[in-house]
């Protein structure tokens, strides 16, 4: 690949990974779902709801957040009664946690609000080329998921 498609490629996920995680960004999502998570609670709520009930441990190696973070923000979550705590089934010392009806809820409307993002960002694209970009970077996703060699 040449080098300028490199840092074409690198400075666009830059560009798009900072809009992501802007504050103000969040905020507003916040204020549209009417749902006051942290950043770091929807996180943690997505990869709950993607991949099921999870300990601490689990969630903070996947979200590479440290222990204690993962520990309050899943603390304040149980709270407000988007997740649930619970034993593991064979290991007295683990707790698992797993979404909770009103925290898949929440999720959906996160999830609306950043849908409606996209489509507002892509509605001046023809449908092939969104076909394209979804395309694109479902392959690019599954190579950065790929083993390095």
């Given at each position: ?12 996920l ?6 992501a995680?802007?504050?103000?960004l969040?905020e507003?999502r ?5 749902t ?11 990869r709950l ?14 979200l590479?957040?440290t222990l204690?973070?993962?520990s ?9 009664g ?5 034993d ?6 683990v ?5 909770t009806p009103?925290g898949?809820s929440?999720?959906?409307?996160f999830?609306t609000v950043?849908?409606?993002e996209?489509?507002?960002?892509l509605?001046r694209?023809d ?23």
């Open positions: 690949m040449p080098v300028a498609d490199e840092e074409r490629i690198d400075d666009a830059a560009a798009l990974f900072r809009l995680g802007d504050p103000r969040h507003r916040v204020a549209l779902t009417g006051d998570i942290s950043a770091t609670g929807h996180r943690l709520l997505d709801t993607e991949h099921g009930g999870s300990s601490v441990s689990q969630l903070a190696s996947a590479q957040l204690p973070t993962a309050r923000q899943l603390q304040q979550l149980e709270r407000m988007f997740v649930a705590r619970r593991h089934p064979t290991d007295g010392r707790v698992t946690y797993a979404c009103a898949r929440a999720q959906r409307r999830r950043i849908r409606r996209v489509r507002r960002a509605e694209w449908a092939a080329d969104r076909t394209e970009l979804a395309t694109l970077l479902e392959r690019m996703v599954a190579d950065f998921r790929r083993p390095a060699r």
